[in-house]
């Protein structure tokens, strides 16, 4: 069991940059693989970055692959979403999603992967 609390989301002009974070309670925070989802208006949710509990291993949407870094700090019980170079199509609620038992095939996987999630907080990207 994990609670998760995402911060950070705003309105920005595209090219702009935000810094999404997501803070976990419990002490066992180290052992979860943690992600982000988005929900863009109108569709499905989509994968966006995960990252493994040591932090050795990071995946990506290609859609923002070189745009978008997460990281952790396991000390804080908390990760990054940094995103740079923001376009009006990463408008969307986005999720942070944590679990201890996500497997390799299920890591991209929001309902297959990830049992405990935010309650989402909102990007709006302006053009």
């Known amino acids: 069991q994990v609670?998760?609390?995402?911060?950070?989301?705003?309105?920005?002009?595209?090219?702009?940059?935000?810094r999404l974070?997501?803070?976990?309670?419990?002490?066992?925070?180290?052992?979860?693989?943690v992600a982000w989802f988005r929900q863009p208006p109108g569709k499905e949710r989509e994968f966006v970055a995960a990252i493994r509990r040591n932090g050795g291993y990071t995946y990506?949407?290609?859609?923002?692959?070189?745009?978008?870094?997460?990281?952790?700090?396991?000390?804080?019980?908390?990760?990054?979403?940094?995103?740079?170079?923001?376009?009006?199509?990463?408008?969307?609620?986005?999720?942070?999603?944590?679990?201890?038992n996500t497997i390799l095939s299920s890591i991209r996987d929001g309902a297959r992967g990830y049992k405990n999630?935010?309650?989402g907080t909102q990007v709006t990207v302006s053009s």
Do not use: H
């Open 60 to 100: 990506y949407a290609d859609s923002v692959q070189g745009r978008f870094t997460m990281s952790r700090d396991n000390a804080k019980t908390t990760v990054y979403l940094e995103m740079n170079n923001l376009r009006p199509e990463d408008t969307a609620i986005y999720y942070c999603a944590a679990d201890q």
């Open 3 to 18: 609670q998760l609390v995402e911060s950070g989301g705003g309105l920005v002009q595209a090219g702009g940059s935000l």
């Open 21 to 33: 974070s997501c803070t976990a309670s419990g002490r066992t925070f180290s052992t979860y693989t």
């Open 117 to 119: 999630w935010g309650q």
